[in-house]
């Protein structure tokens, strides 16, 4: 079994955490030296100086070879690579990350690294 950070559509209450939700839950955590963008569907981390939140699981090795392929690996959109997350009581873990790899351009910033909460905020306005 694999750890996986997600940070976006993987989420629980995301349109894609189904894939994932019949993997164990390890807990909320956040991750240093990455910055989040919103992609319009979807957000992208590349490294950076800020802060991102997500969610990890404990997963497969099938798992991660099929997201590979759903994260467009072989288009070069994205790479898979490892990082250290912060479980909320503190626990540091290994992780695999996906990271954006096609150039930023225009996306927007997401200031908190925070995909559902940002979510939320262009809800309200």
Same mark, same amino acid.
């Given at each position: 079994m694999e750890k996986? %950070?997600?940070?976006?559509?993987?989420?629980?209450g995301q349109k894609r955490h189904k894939l994932i939700e019949k993997f164990r %839950?390890?807990?909320f955590v956040r991750v240093c030296g990455f910055d989040m963008? $919103? %992609?319009?569907a979807y957000p992208g981390v #590349?490294?950076?100086k800020g802060i991102i939140y997500g969610e990890v699981y404990e997963v497969s090795n099938a798992f991660i070879d099929w997201l590979d392929y759903i994260e467009g690996l072989r288009l070069g959109l994205f790479r898979r690579t490892f990082c250290e997350v912060e /479980?909320?009581?503190? $626990?540091?873990?290994?992780?695999?990350v996906y #990271?954006?790899?096609?150039?930023i351009n225009n996306a927007k910033l997401i200031k908190d690294g925070d995909w559902i909460?940002? /979510?939320n905020q262009k809800e309200v306005l």
């Amino acid at each position: 079994m694999e750890k996986l %950070f997600v940070y976006g559509t993987l989420r629980k209450g995301q349109k894609r955490h189904k894939l994932i939700e019949k993997f164990r %839950f390890l807990g909320f955590v956040r991750v240093c030296g990455f910055d989040m963008y $919103d %992609f319009g569907a979807y957000p992208g981390v #590349v490294a950076g100086k800020g802060i991102i939140y997500g969610e990890v699981y404990e997963v497969s090795n099938a798992f991660i070879d099929w997201l590979d392929y759903i994260e467009g690996l072989r288009l070069g959109l994205f790479r898979r690579t490892f990082c250290e997350v912060e /479980l909320e009581q503190g $626990d540091r873990i290994n992780a695999h990350v996906y #990271v954006y790899s096609f150039p930023i351009n225009n996306a927007k910033l997401i200031k908190d690294g925070d995909w559902i909460k940002y /979510l939320n905020q262009k809800e309200v306005l």
